[in-house]
C-alpha cells in the first residue's frame, strides 16, 4: 500500500493480510501483527476512558521497547497526537516541553515516573500519569498494565471505530522537537501524509538500485531514541509499511549482541557507529597475534579500501583488486558482515553528520553500501540520499522522487514537498519565519547542487564564522574533521569570529575514552586523570594535525585545548539530538577561548580546569564492537 493514507490504515492491513506474523519482539515477548493492533486499539480505549479528546497530545517517555510503540499508535486510534521525549532531558527542560505541548497524558517509564512528579504542580493540562513496570504506585499515578484491556474490544471497539474515524492523511501523526540550538526547542508538527511520502521515496530510490527492501517478515532494529524523528522513520514507520519485524534494543550496550541476532536488513546508524565499528574492525586486524592472520589483515584492509574507493568514483580497480576482491569477499568480507550482523543488510543509511571517505570506502569495499542521506525534522526526516547504486562522497545525494530542491541567492538550501512541516505548534511567527508564502522551507543550512542534482553542504547559514580577514568558514566542517580523526575525541567547538585563525576547543567521546585509555594502558579513572597523561595529550595533538590536512588555509585550527571534563545534554552543551550549543558554549568558556588567543603558551599542549564539570554525569558505556574470532580479518 502507497500514497495517501495514515499509519494506521497500514496497521490496519498488516493485522488483515499477515495477522501471526511478529511486528515487535522486545525481550522474551514477541507480538504479531494482529496482536500489535489489538494492543494499540486497547491502550486507545484506555485513553478514551480517561478522556483523551481528538487532537490532544499524549506525552510518551520511555525508553526504546515494544510499548513505546505500542502506545504510539494507540494514541493515534484515538484521534490523540503522541509525542515522544527524550530520557535525557532535565527537569526544567521536561516541563517546558511538556506545558508546550499542553500533553493530557503521559505514559513513562518506571525511572522517569519521578521527574514527572516533581514537575506535575506546573503542568496544568496534565490530568492523568500512567507508569510502566511499578507494581505500587503512589497515589494518583495508573499502572499500564491495569488500565490495557484487550477483551473489552469485543464490545467496545466501535468506540475506537469512531475515534479512528477522524484521523486524516493531513492530521499529526507526531510532534517531533527541534533540537534547540539556539534558543527554546519547536515542537515541530510532523503529518501522516508526509511520513508516508517519504516512505515512498525511500523505497522508490532503494528499487531505482536495483535493491528493492524486503516486503513482510523482514527484519528491523530500534536502538536510536524514539523522540529523533529519523529513528521513528526508519524502524517504526518503515516497519509498519514494509510490515517487519522490529526488535527494540533497550539498553544501546546490547547492541552489539543482538545485531547479529536480529541481522536487519535495514539499519540506522548515526557517524560515530559507522566509524567506531571501522575503527574496532582495522585494530582488530593489525593486533592480531598470528603474523598469517596479520598480513592478511593488512592485505584485506587494502582490497577493501581500493575497491571501495573505486566504486565510489565509478571507475574500474586495478587488475590486483580486481582478482583478490572475490576471494577475500569469501574468506574474509562476508565474515565480517556476519560477525556484525549486517549480512542481509539492504538499506545501510547514516545521518546528522557527513562520513568520511575513508570509512564510506571501506563498508563499500566489504560489501555494505551506506546511503548518506540529509534532513531535519521539519521535512519528516529525509530530504535528500545518496542513491545505492552511485553513492557521491562529500554529497548527500539527490532529493527524494517529487521533493524541490533549490539554492537560494545567499547560498540557503530551500525544499518544498508534501514532507515539509505545516508548521511548529504555538509558534505562527516561527513557522512564517521558516515558510515562506509559496512553500519553500528554508532550511539554514548552505549547500551546492552539482551538475547531476547531487547536494553538497557547506554550512550553517547563523553559525558560519567570519575571520578578521572576511573569510566565511564552516565551523561545523572543521570541528568534524577534528573529531572524526581520533576515537578519543567527542565534540570539538571551533571559534574565530572576527578572528585572524580558528581555535579549538576538545573534549573527551564520553562513550570511548575509557577503553581508549585501557587499551594502551593508561591508568585513568576520570576524563580529568586522562587528559593531564602525556599520550592522551599526544593523541589530541595528532588528531589536531590529521584534521588540518584535511582542511585548506582559514579553516585550519592553530590553537586548542583538551578540557577535563565531559559535555552532555544535562550538563547544557549540547542537546538531546548531541548537537552543540554553540551560545552556551560560547559563553560558558568565554576565558578559555580568550586564553588561546591572548597567551601562545597555552595552546595545544595543556586541559583546561573551568570548573565546570560533568562528572557526576558520565554517561553509559554504548556498544564496544568487536568481530568474532572466527571472522578476524
Known amino acids: 500500500m502507497t500514497g495517501a493514507g495514515t499509519l494506521l490504515d497500514l496497521i490496519d492491513r498488516n493485522a488483515a493480510e499477515h495477522p501471526d506474523l511478529i511486528a515487535t519482539i522486545d525481550g522474551d515477548e514477541s507480538l504479531s501483527w494482529s496482536g500489535y493492533r489489538r494492543r494499540a486499539r486497547a491502550i486507545a480505549l484506555a485513553l478514551l476512558d480517561l478522556g483523551v479528546e481528538p487532537g490532544e497530545v499524549v506525552g510518551l517517555h520511555m525508553v526504546n521497547r ?22 535525557t532531558l532535565a527537569a526544567e527542560h521536561l516541563a517546558y516541553l511538556a506545558k508546550d505541548l499542553a500533553a493530557v497524558v503521559a ?77 527554546q526547542p519547536k515542537g515541530t508538527i510532523i503529518t501522516h501524509a508526509g511520513v508516508r511520502f517519504v516512505m515512498d521515496g525511500v523505497v522508490a530510490r532503494a528499487e531505482e538500485a536495483g535493491r528493492p527492501l524486503p516486503g513482510p517478515g523482514c527484519s528491523g532494529l530500534s536502538y ?166 552511485v553513492p557521491r562522497p562529500g554529497t548527500v545525494g539527490t532529493p527524494l522522487p517529487g521533493m524541490e530542491l533549490r539554492i537560494g541567492d545567499d547560498g540557503e538550501i530551500l525544499a518544498r514537498g508534501p514532507n515539509i512541516t505545516p508548521g511548529y505548534l504555538n509558534r505562527p511567527e516561527a513557522t ?48 568534524l574533521a577534528l573529531s572524526g580523526a581520533s576515537d578519543l575525541l567527542g565534540p570539538v567547538y571551533v571559534s574565530g569570529d572576527n578572528r585572524p585563525y580558528l581555535v579549538a576547543l576538545l573534549t573527551l567521546d564520553p562513550f570511548g575514552w575509557q577503553d581508549w585509555c585501557a587499551n594502551r594502558g593508561i591508568p585513568a579513572a576520570t576524563p580529568d586523570e586522562a587528559v593531564a597523561h602525556p599520550e592522551v595529550q599526544a593523541e589530541a595533538a595528532r588528531a589536531v594535525e590529521a584534521g588540518n590536512r584535511r582542511l585548506v588555509g582559514a579553516e585550519q585550527v592553530r590553537g586548542w585545548i583538551v578540557l577535563d571534563h565531559l559535555w552532555g545534554s544535562t550538563t547544557g552543551e549540547l542537546t538531546p539530538t548531541v548537537k552543540l550549543k554553540r551560545r552556551v558554549i560560547a559563553e560558558r568558556y568565554h576565558s578559555e577561548v580568550h586564553r588561546l588567543y591572548d597567551d601562545p603558551a597555552s595552546r595545544g599542549s595543556q586541559h583546561a580546569e573551568s570548573g565546570i564539570s560533568a562528572r557526576d554525569e558520565v554517561p553509559e558505556r554504548p556498544t564496544q564492537w568487536a568481530v568474532a574470532p572466527d571472522s578476524r580479518c
Open 432 to 479: 512564517a519565519e521558516a515558510i515562506d508564502p509559496d512553500g519553500w522551507l528554508h532550511t539554514g543550512d548552505l549547500g551546492e547542487l552539482d551538475s547531476d542534482g547531487y547536494l553538497r553542504i557547506t554550512g550553517r547559514k547563523k553559525e558560519m564564522i567570519i575571520s578578521s580577514e572576511g573569510r566565511n568558514i564552516s565551523p561545523v566542517n572543521v570541528e
Open 107 to 183: 505514559i513513562v517509564d518506571a525511572d522517569q515516573l519521578p521527574l514527572w512528579l516533581s514537575i506535575r504542580g506546573v503542568l496544568p493540562d496534565l490530568r492523568h500519569l500512567i507508569v510502566l513496570d511499578e507494581d505500587d504506585p503512589p497515589s494518583g499515578v495508573l499502572r499500564f498494565d491495569r488500565l490495557v484491556d484487550t477483551a473489552a474490544l469485543e464490545e467496545r471497539g466501535v468506540e475506537v471505530d469512531t475515534a479512528t474515524a477522524s484521523v486524516l492523511p493531513d492530521n499529526p501523526i507526531t510532534i517531533v522537537y527541534t533540537s534547540g540550538t539556539t534558543g
Open 66 to 87: 515494544a510499548e513505546h510503540v505500542h502506545s504510539d499508535v494507540g494514541a493515534l486510534y484515538a484521534g490523540a497526537v503522541p509525542a515522544s521525549l527524550h530520557t
Open 224 to 389: 536510536v531514541p524514539l523522540a529523533h524523528v529519523a529513528e521513528r522513520m526508519f524502524s517504526h514507520y518503515l516497519a509498519c509499511r514494509q510490515a517487519a519485524t522490529v526488535t527494540y534494543v533497550r539498553d544501546l550496550g546490547q547492541l552489539r549482541e543482538m545485531l547479529p541476532a536480529v541481522r536487519p536488513h535495514f539499519f540506522l546508524g548515526v557517524p560515530r557507529v559507522w566509524e567506531r565499528i571501522h575503527s574496532t574492525i582495522r585494530q582488530r586486524a593489525q593486533s592480531d597475534p598470528s603474523p598469517v592472520t596479520r598480513a592478511l589483515g593488512r592485505i584485506a584492509l587494502q582490497v577493501a579500501d581500493t575497491s571501495g574507493r573505486a566504486t565510489l568514483a565509478r571507475r574500474a580497480p586495478d587488475l590486483r583488486t580486481r582478482l583478490g576482491h572475490p576471494v577475500l569477499d569469501r574468506l574474509v568480507f562476508g565474515r565480517i558482515r556476519a560477525a556484525l550482523g549486517m549480512d542481509r543488510l539492504v538499506m545501510a543509511a547514516s545521518g546528522s553528520a557527513p562520513l568520511s571517505t575513508e570509512v564510506l570506502a571501506f563498508f563499500t569495499g566489504i560489501g555494505i553500501t551506506i546511503a548518506e542521506t540529509y534532513g531535519m525534522t521539519e521535512t519528516s526526516a529525509v530530504l535528500t540520499s545518496s542513491p545505492l547504486g
